[in-house]
């Protein structure tokens, strides 16, 4: 077995390395590896001191977050950290690349720290929805103060060393590799026999109202009484008012108690699904991809805009056609909006906003497409017969589903490098994308496309090109449950506030309204497959639009809005539904509505999953939370359906399915799941 920690000793100084593919994570194997070598360093009378440091590109990333679905391994992290801070010679840490959570943490515990200053530093716990374990809530704050330390951990963000925030946590910044730094720092602690400790320390005491202060500002701005962020305030202010080991042993006995609390399973499972998604098998067959840097834009949509502001943010060259002058200069306009209020915001400097403008251009005709390493394309443009091609080894990416993508591959004279993309908007804001792969698709399109989306730092969704995007697809039958309950005789607010307690930000006819009612209908008309049920041209949509109400922008639709931005019920809605519900078996009145549209959404990700249209089931939750406005603490529908247990859902899809059998008939693999006592994430469930 290849070691995980290696031990050097170089002029009295033991410099023990972290050395584990990938990113030095602190599994258990090598913790168990650097407890011994810590223990054999303190003992060995030839060693002064000990530096550690890690090999690769990074100093850590932390634990595995897998390890917390399972019984934690020993050596815990507490103890290693309780090693180093103890330890009767001084450690020193040299850290470069990046330090995250308890690779962090581990830093933390040492007398010293050399830091590189580009390294990314973070304790990301709270975005799993824990505390930190290994003394983070008490040592950060003794060196960098209350209002320091809950700014950085209540955000989970990841900051530079050279950040003023945390200056107080290292010892010495240096430009380049800080072992060298760190090598001497530790002699000079070994020369002098003394060294600080982390838990001695109290610059971030020295204003005790000061802290106080912050904690209780905090508090109040947060205004919540559990959770975790609930925990990591007691945590920090109890670093203040406790003793060194009982602040701890409050710090440990709270991350025991989150590991099993449902907001935390559903913030790791989010968390391990957003980082799968970028795994594809293209990305393996493809070998090397080449870099793609001019990108066209082709169509009048203004999502090519927003899209375009992305690019240019990352240092893209982007060329805009359109199908006339007026179209493409409000697109153009639109792009320089959208960089002009990043100014106003302070979000980036005019210099910047010239620079990035001063890449994109317009273009009249379609020679830009010769040039172009990627088109995005709305298929909405008449390409002429004769048009300029794009070389054999650009990408051609259509806006659009598996119908779009074949109508523009007969145009195409390498359909092999065509697929789909599906944004969601404001594309600058959401950057979340699904790429839909047709059959016959290189790999290298399909890894050079998830290559450049990865630069740009969107979550990147693959699917088969079926036909609709997965997340059309989720929204689409959530959307046909709701109207199939409302032809049933359900309220539909009602529906929507069911919709609300399931963890959607907004109901289906709230997103309606807002869409616009028209525009709702075309699309249901438009996406029914040849099983489905067209549910648009009768039922509430056609009333609506038939009495003039077409939705949020027209004062009133399946709402009314006074204001225009306030919602009330519409009683005549209400009257409608009483004079035509179809119910006679009163399966709407014995049916939970909330649970009526889980086990729509949950039947249509089994019969998605089934079809291997997405890589993992987990894909569907990203797709929700990123995609469709889902509470991200509670991680997506189906780790919900998971941990509530499928069995109740299959009875609420065998007592709905009278009302529409396209939509609740149970797929077999949620039975399959039943009768085996298994979720979506292969946990046994109730």
Known sequence: MTPEIHTELQDGVALIALDRPVANALAPGLRA???AALRAAISDEAVRAIVLHGRGKVFSSGIDINEYDRPLSSP??????????????????????AALGAGLELALAAHGRVIAKDTRLAVPDITLGLVPAGGATQRLPRLIGAQATLDFMLSGRVVSADDPAVAGLWDRLVESAPLPAALDLAR?????GRWPRSSEQDRGFADPAAYQKSVAMVAERLNVADGVEADLLKCIEAA????????????????????????????????????????????????????????????????LAELAVSCLDFGQQVTLISATPEQTEQLSQRATRLYERAVRRGNIRPEDRDARLGRFSIAEGYEALSKADLIFDTDEITLPDQFPRPASEAIWAVIGGAERIARRTVEILHHERVLGVRLYRPAYRQRLVEVLVPDGCHAEAVAGLAGFFTLLRWTIVREAATGQSVGDRMQMVL???ALALVDAGASPYEIDAAARSLGFASGPFENADAEGLREVQERLTADTGD????????????NRIAAGATGKAAGKGVYLYPTGRDKEADRAVLAWIESRKSDPDGVVERLDLAAALQAALVNEAARIVTSKTVLRASDIDVL????????PDRGGPLIQADLAGLFGLLKVMKLASPLAPDIW???PLVESMVKNGQGFFRRPVV
Do not use: W, Y
């Not at 108690?257 to 493809?286: G, K, V, W, Y």
């Open 76 to 97: 815990h992290l507490r103890d290693i950290c309780t090693l180093i801070e103890t330890a009767p010679k001084p450690v020193v840490a040299a850290l470069h690349g």
């Open 33 to 35: 590896e650097l407890d």
């Open 531 to 542: 099983d489905a049920v067209d549910r648009s041209a009768t039922g509430l949509l056609a």
């Open 188 to 192: 000079e602690f070994a020369d002098k």
């Open 624 to 631: 929700m939370v990123k995609g469709a406005r889902f509470d």
């Open 665 to 667: 008939t149970p797929a």
């Open 479 to 481: 959307l046909n449950a």
């Open 240 to 303: 203040q008012l406790l003793p060194f080991e009982r602040g701890l042993d409050l710090e440990l006995a709270l991350f025991e108690d989150r590991l099993s609390n449902p907001e935390a399973i559903c913030r790791r499972h989010l968390f391990a699904a957003t980082r799968r998604t970028a795994i594809m098998p293209e990305l393996a067959q493809a070998g090397t991809v080449k870099p793609l840097s001019h990108v066209v834009m082709l169509g009048n949509d203004p999502v």
